[in-house]
């Protein structure tokens, strides 16, 4: 069941008298939705002519297709047409000059409203003239009354020429002049009142409220400002929540169900009275009573809300509301169907029968069941909400802006008993609507904040930019605020944006580079093991183990690959793989290069009289001991990973605007344990190198691998104090640097010189050449 077969029989009763149009009037082609503005709903022509934009019509939730006359807006058209007619008939004011008038509805629509405004500031349109002929004029309004939300008034007030005045777009982001310059209205920001309801909670002691907001510019703005006071004045939000008039059922669900879960008793509902119309029915049903509301000047004086609240809801609800006011003459003039008759007869016969239910006879099929209209009912006699004058403030509020505009033309105009019909007039000339400007210091702009000036008044400052790092986005800030570790800010500092991720990736030069090299070593190694394989009965690939020199082979090209998984965005894989990867198949590298130097040592004692040397370093013993070796590296490693494994880390103060990606070592102890181990490693396979480097010269394998040794000594010395020196990325191309010139180092100086015997000496490549020339030295 949905929850409009849910309402309460009264809640029908009453939205079907409002929306009774929309029985009648479904297919009504006021409010169709076409790229293009229709023509004015009510004109006038005049010397003068000013835009009125109002929501004449607006969808209904359940039939967003249907549109419905709404007399809240048709009223405040009525008083603006008032207040032309008024200045028409003064002599005082703008004598002999009359305004006209081209006032659109906007349907509700932000796009429509967009597109009205185009039309009415540089409308080109054809126009009749007295003398019957057809001519082009411009239609050139110099100022736009109405827009009631602040949502469209923002999009208007952003592409908008002439000066846009609203009655009651209350958004205190409008007051920024550097984006709307040309915006100004006649009811206060809702700076003012956000901050005032703090106030008013905290008088009564409540510190703990719920917040309800409608999702748009006007309620996520004002609701932004509330809390902020509330957090200064020590006031708790236990929850806040938006909520749109077209959201799904659902949405309403979940806000009664955080209502009914909360424990608070107080609820701040910054809604528009639209918004606050849909969800009461669900509150009213769902009976959330017991709470004390404190309310936006949206709703908190609305009549129709009131009478909707048939279950006593919002019973007791303060806030603030617009001070009342009174125009004399301006409630007979709305309930006068002259005006509007004359203005528009289709408008007027859309009204007559919504107020009145009722249908005119050339209207009327055989099929209508309502009665007949005469044109001759009472208007004062009918009960709806087209007679309240209760919103009288905000009808007052259109008559001043109207009122505004025509002082301002009077001046430019310079009348006394006559205007100068000579000046030519421009929309940007209503600027005469401006209080003239008496300021110490100019209104700091958004990125900077404001400094008093030493020995001076308080109005009296300087504009001083936003430190990096720091914004202010609104005008006459006193302070700047950081932003967040990830954002930083702006050349403007007037907004945080996201700080850019550095990482050596392989598209950049350096990344691609080293990817290059290392895959160039791999396919080195692998060419090395082809023509070992293909020649690996001959005496030099046989000698010292030819099991251990493949192994070798095998080990350096995972130690050219392992170099990649430095390259590329850190993930918790990528951070724990590149350091075991590269840990252990750097000591299956020197295990296999200790063995070969042990095979040369134990090979030459094992030709002396009487030694039984050979047994005990066999090929099972090279086998066992590169095993041995490389498990040791292995329980590093994992107990490494197991303990404090590395991760993938943000560091925010390398570089001050950018975020540097890196892969924290986890545990410090473990990655200098791997290192340690290969050092250890290393530096016995020198030693034995060295030993075995006086062996004759044909047999002897180890002064390749001394060099090897001293090669990769060397490099991974000068590594510790780069690597510990370069900043972010710098430092992994280090470490890659590192891998690749000590594993270039051991294939040169152990296999290319093998190679070249092969390849271009195949005559020395003989078991006579290998078994020696003199006797060795004694070691």
């Known amino acids: 069941m949905t929850s409009t077969q849910r309402w309460p029989e009264q809640g029908w009763a009453f939205l079907q008298l409002l929306l009774v149009a929309s029985v009648s009037h479904a297919e009504e082609p006021v409010c169709r939705q076409r790229g293009d503005p229709e023509n004015p709903l009510l004109s006038k022509n005049g010397d003068i002519i000013l835009g009125g934009m109002f929501s004449f019509h607006t969808s209904w939730k359940e039939r967003k297709d249907t549109y419905i006359l709404n007399f809240r807006d048709l009223q405040f058209a009525q008083a603006m047409l008032f207040a032309i007619e008024e200045i028409n008939n003064s002599t005082d004011l703008l004598p002999g000059v009359s305004l006209g008038y081209k006032i659109y509805d906007t349907c509700g629509s932000v796009a429509r409203s967009v597109g009205v405004t185009l039309a009415l500031a540089d409308g080109n349109e054809n126009v009749s003239v007295p003398s019957k002929t057809s001519c082009t004029k411009h239609a050139y309004v110099q100022a736009i009354i109405g827009e009631t939300s602040s949502s469209p008034t923002i999009a208007v007030a952003t592409v908008i020429g002439p000066f846009f005045i609203s009655h009651f777009a209350t958004c205190a982001c409008l007051s920024d002049k550097t984006k709307y310059p ?4 006649t009811i206060p920001s809702d700076y003012y009142q956000s901050r005032a309801l703090a106030h008013l909670v905290k008088y009564f002691g409540w510190t703990w409220v719920g917040a309800i907001r409608t999702n748009s510019d006007y309620g996520n703005n004002g609701m932004a400002t509330f809390t902020e006071t509330a957090q200064q004045l020590g006031i708790c939000l236990e929850y806040s929540v938006s909520f749109f008039r077209t959201d799904p059922y659902a949405k309403i669900q979940r806000i009664i169900d955080i209502i009914k879960a909360s424990t608070s008793k107080v609820i701040v509902a910054f809604l528009a009275r639209a918004d606050l119309n849909v969800l009461l029915p669900e509150f009213s049903y769902h009976n959330l009573s017991g709470y004390q509301w404190i309310g936006s000047e949206s709703w908190i004086f609305d009549s129709q809300t009131a009478e909707m609240d048939i279950h006593h809801i919002l019973n007791g609800s303060i806030g603030l509301s617009i001070p009342k006011a009174h125009v004399t003459g301006l409630r007979e003039f709305i309930l006068n169907k002259k005006p509007l008759k004359s203005s528009n007869n289709e408008l007027f016969t859309q009204f007559w029968e919504t107020l009145f239910n009722c249908k005119f006879k050339e209207l009327k099929s055989s099929s209508d069941i309502q009665r007949e209209c005469t044109g001759r009912e009472d208007v004062t006699g009918v009960q709806n909400n087209f007679i309240d004058m209760s919103l009288m403030p905000i009808f007052n509020n259109v008559y001043k802006g109207v009122y505004a505009v025509a002082h301002a033309l009077h001046n430019i105009l310079s009348c006394n008993k006559t205007c100068n019909r000579n000046v030519q007039l421009d929309p940007f000339m209503v600027s005469f609507l401006l209080v003239p400007v008496s300021v110490c210091s100019e209104k700091c702009p958004p990125g900077t904040r404001k400094v ?7 109005c009296c400052y300087d504009c001083i930019t936003c430190a990096e790092g720091e914004i202010s986005n609104i005008t ?6 950081r932003c967040l570790p990830e954002f930083w800010s702006n050349e403007r500092r007037d907004a945080c944006i996201k700080k850019e991720a550095l990482f050596l ?12 090299v290392s895959l160039f070593g791999a396919y080195i190694t692998i060419g090395v093991i082809l023509i070992f394989f293909k020649y690996r009965k001959t005496p030099i690939v046989r000698a010292n183990n030819s099991e251990l020199s493949f192994l070798l082979l095998f080990s350096l090209i995972l130690c050219f690959l392992c170099s990649l998984t430095f390259i590329g965005q850190p993930s918790d894989w990528s951070c724990m793989f590149r350091h075991v990867a590269f840990g252990i198949t750097f000591v299956l590298c020197i295990s296999c290069l200790l063995g070969k130097t042990m095979v040369v040592l134990m090979a030459f004692r094992a030709t002396r009289p009487g030694t039984n040397v050979k047994k005990w370093f066999g090929h099972t013993q090279q086998r066992v001991c590169v095993t041995g070796f490389t498990l040791i590296q292995v329980i590093i490693c994992i107990i490494w990973l197991t303990t404090s494994p590395p991760f993938p880390f943000k560091n925010f103060k390398e570089i001050k605007d950018k975020i540097t990606l890196e892969c924290a070592l986890g545990s410090a102890v473990g990655f200098w344990a791997v290192l340690g181990y290969i050092g250890l490693l290393a530096i016995l396979c020198f030693i ?11 047999f002897n394998e180890a002064k390749f691998i001394t060099f090897s040794m001293l090669i990769f000594c060397a490099v991974w010395i000068t590594f510790i104090p780069a690597y510990i020196s370069s900043p972010g990325k710098f430092s992994v191309a280090v470490e890659i640097f590192a891998i690749l010139a000590s594993s270039f180092g051991l294939l040169i100086c152990i296999f290319i010189p093998k190679c070249y015997i092969i390849l271009l000496k195949p005559e020395n490549n003989t078991k006579r050449n290998m078994m020696g020339k003199k006797a060795p030295n004694s070691l």
């Open 182 to 185: 040309s915006f100004l209205r």
């Open 452 to 458: 008093l000036q030493k020995g001076r008044p308080v």
């Open 476 to 481: 006459d800030s006193v302070t700047c605020v």
């Open 505 to 516: 990736s392989y598209e950049e030069i350096m990344g691609a580079l080293l990817t290059a």
């Open 688 to 698: 034995f190198a060295f030993l075995a480097r006086k062996l004759p010269d044909n």
